[in-house]
């Protein structure tokens, strides 16, 4: 009999015993790697001990084979990459996890684990992976774009801008695709259609006229960045094509050929200016007067959190005066506001209208305008919603 019981018993209590034995030194060891964690203040020690694991000693990324799931590490040693988000953005990624930014869950969060030093030390470690960091200009410069006034940070993005003036007799819908090229140089692609009322010759009727407006084509050059100063500088020149129709002014018949400068200043605590200015010089001046133009955007970006979706107001003064006698320079303020739509943020949407600040006489006077930017190089248009 007691020899019966005791066997009946000698399994279960022989296998819990196995089990508190495999698993008692795991336990004792996160414990004791938590503990030491806490010490570390270096991020490369937060690094090697935290993040090492998957993303490797050197960044690159460990394969999946010996991370054993399937979401491929990034390389943290491309520049292509690293330079261009910004360390903030990574700090919450870390704090939070993956998943507050679209990314997958194995990316995991350790706002218990580490501090907020130890965290962004971990990532200006992170940071410094890519070697050339003075020829990249930091995501941080990529600041929310204004419906009217150029940028200077080189993208990579697709652009749909809509505009409509308040009599609803003009639509104009554009399709803007830009392209990084290496660290400092984009090329830009804009291809405008438009729809408004005409009147045409020989007619006292309105009718409607549509087509393609003038496409322009692009090159930017980034020229100066500085994290020190917080200000990013680009030089820019456009070509306009006269693809518009003429016969229904929808475009202006001619050449022409845009520089500018734009200039992105970051201003701690306060907010963003971005400016731009240059000329529209005309190939034909007895068509089509030369124009100076001057922009300025000031904005201010909100996030619930630090992390949370990405409110940017923002206010625009736009001049511009054609190089003729007698032009006046016409002045116009853009309220606006951009929002990002989703967790990744890299899809986003923007709302204002240009308003003169003289000659506002009718409902036609003010332009509505809108655009849905998508950041292609942050993922696919429908991942991380
Ligand atoms: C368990 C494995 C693992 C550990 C440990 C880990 N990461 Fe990651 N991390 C990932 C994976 C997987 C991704 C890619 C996620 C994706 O693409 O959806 C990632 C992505 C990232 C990204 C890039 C996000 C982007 O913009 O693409 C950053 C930054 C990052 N990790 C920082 C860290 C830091 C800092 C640590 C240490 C404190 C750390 N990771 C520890 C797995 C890990």
């Known amino acids: 009999m007691r020899r019966r019981i005791s066997k009946k018993f000698f399994l279960p209590i022989g296998m819990l015993m196995l089990f508190l034995g495999m698993l008692l030194p795991q336990l004792a060891q996160t414990g004791s790697k938590q503990a030491e964690w806490k010490t570390l203040t270096k991020g490369r020690d937060v690094f ?27 390389d943290f040693t491309d520049c292509n990459f690293t330079s261009r988000e910004p360390a903030d953005d990574w700090f919450q990624i870390a704090r939070l996890g993956g998943p507050v930014r679209g990314f997958n869950q194995m990316m995991p969060a350790f706002g218990d684990a580490l501090d907020e030093a130890q965290l962004k030390a971990a990532i200006r470690h992170v940071k410094q992976f890519c070697s050339e960091t003075d020829k990249w200009p930091d995501g941080i410069f990529n600041l929310p774009r204004a419906l009217v006034t150029g940028k200077a940070f080189p993208e990579d993005e697709y652009v749909f801008a809509y505009a409509m003036n308040g009599g609803l007799s003009e639509f104009q819908g554009k399709f803007i695709t830009e392209k990084r090229l290496g660290a400092r140089h ?46 990013i500088v680009s030089l820019s020149t456009e070509v306009i094509v006269p693809t518009g129709d003429e016969y229904d002014d929808i475009g202006k018949g001619i050449f022409r050929i845009e520089p500018f400068l734009a200039l992105g200043q970051i201003i701690p605590h306060v907010g963003f ?57 016409n002045w116009h303020i853009v309220p606006e506001l951009q929002v990002t739509l989703n967790q990744r943020q890299h899809v986003m949407l923007c709302l204002g209208a240009e308003i003169p600040t003289r000659n506002l006489n009718s409902a036609d006077d003010v332009k509505y305008m809108a655009y849905l930017l998508w950041d292609w190089f942050d993922g696919g248009f429908t991942e991380g919603w």
């Open 48 to 74: 090697q001990a935290a993040c090492a694991s998957c993303h490797g000693t050197n960044g690159q990324g460990k394969s999946i084979e010996s991370v054993g799931f399937k979401t491929p590490l990034p």
């Open 273 to 329: 200016l971005q400016i731009q200015a240059g000329a529209e010089l005309s190939t034909k001046t007895d068509r089509v007067a030369h124009e100076l133009f001057w922009r300025a955007a000031f904005g201010h970006s909100f996030q619930r959190g630090g992390y949370g979706r990405t409110w940017s107001p923002m206010v625009e003064v736009l001049g511009a005066k054609e190089l003729e006698d007698g032009a006046f320079i």
């Open 186 to 231: 984009q090329l830009e692609l804009a291809v405008p259609f438009v729809v408004k009322e005409v009147i045409r010759e020989g007619s006292d009727q309105t009718s409607w006229g549509e087509g393609v407006g003038d496409m322009a084509l692009g090159y930017k050059l980034n020229v100066f960045h500085s994290l020190k100063s917080l200000t």
